[in-house]
């Protein structure tokens, strides 16, 4: 059961890290749950999971600019439903349609945010990428002399 | 041309332990976990979960990278790693790091071991 578990647990990870270490990592299961304890490596697969989605990958970022953006949209909905109990109806003429209305700006809103954040995240991981690029030449280099 | 190593220390001590781990030769994942239990007397123990999270991000930093195996006949789903030049260059200036943090530690506690006598 433990085994069906922690397979089942491993496919959770992000699929580059899945493709990459999974049939190893299983492999390790078998070799040293009994030594090790199956629950402490389930426990230590539970981390891992958590680590892999919330720092190796930017879905926490995209996850708090998708939050920011419906915090933001608070305060205009709540101008928007007073006007309507002071009967001032500015830009929809029923409930349903100002609802409409301030769920697709929500959208709008959370979509410019997205693409904003993921070309930040793109930009970030090339400048990164020739760093390391650079820093590998030096370091081969560096041993080369 | 000396190249500034800073950004990547202190190294974790799961870093450090997987670092120290493969300087002596290519392992495969289980052999970094039980060198490392060897190398701390058993007092740091990492798991797989923890060990192919940071072997990612070293491989991702270029310390360590894919080894050949090196038996034929060897269990296709064992797979080997070795330091790279880099990730000794990082190794060897966090011992000196540390080797300057333990001299200063001597230092300041050698008086307090006085004043105790």
Known sequence: ?145 | MVEDLSPFLPLSPATLHVLLALAGEDRHGYGIMQEVARQSDGQYKLGPGTLYDNLQKMMNQGMVEEAPSPADNDDPRRRYYRLTPFGRAVLTADVARLEGVVRKAKLHLRPAHGKAK
């Not at chain 1, 879905?59 to 109990?85: C, D, Y």
């Open chain 1, 1 to 145: 059961m433990t085994r069906t578990l922690y397979a089942s647990l491993l496919r959770l990870h992000p699929q580059a890290f899945r493709r990459q270490f999974a049939p190893e990592m299983l492999w390790i299961f078998d070799e040293a749950h009994v030594s090790e304890g199956a629950w402490i490596l389930l426990f230590d697969l539970l981390a891992s999971l958590c680590r892999q989605w919330l720092l190796r990958t930017g879905f926490w970022k995209v996850t708090a600019a998708i939050i920011g953006a419906a915090l933001q949209m608070l305060p205009a909905l709540n101008v928007f439903a007073r006007s309507r109990s002071l009967s001032i109806r500015p830009m929809a003429e029923t409930p349903v349609e100002a609802q409409g209305f301030a769920v697709i700006v929500m959208c709008m809103i959370s979509l410019v945010i997205l693409l904003v954040v993921s070309t930040v995240l793109w930009a970030t991981r090339v400048s990164r990428l020739k760093a390391l690029a650079n820093r590998r030449s030096r370091c081969r280099l560096n041993s080369a002399a």
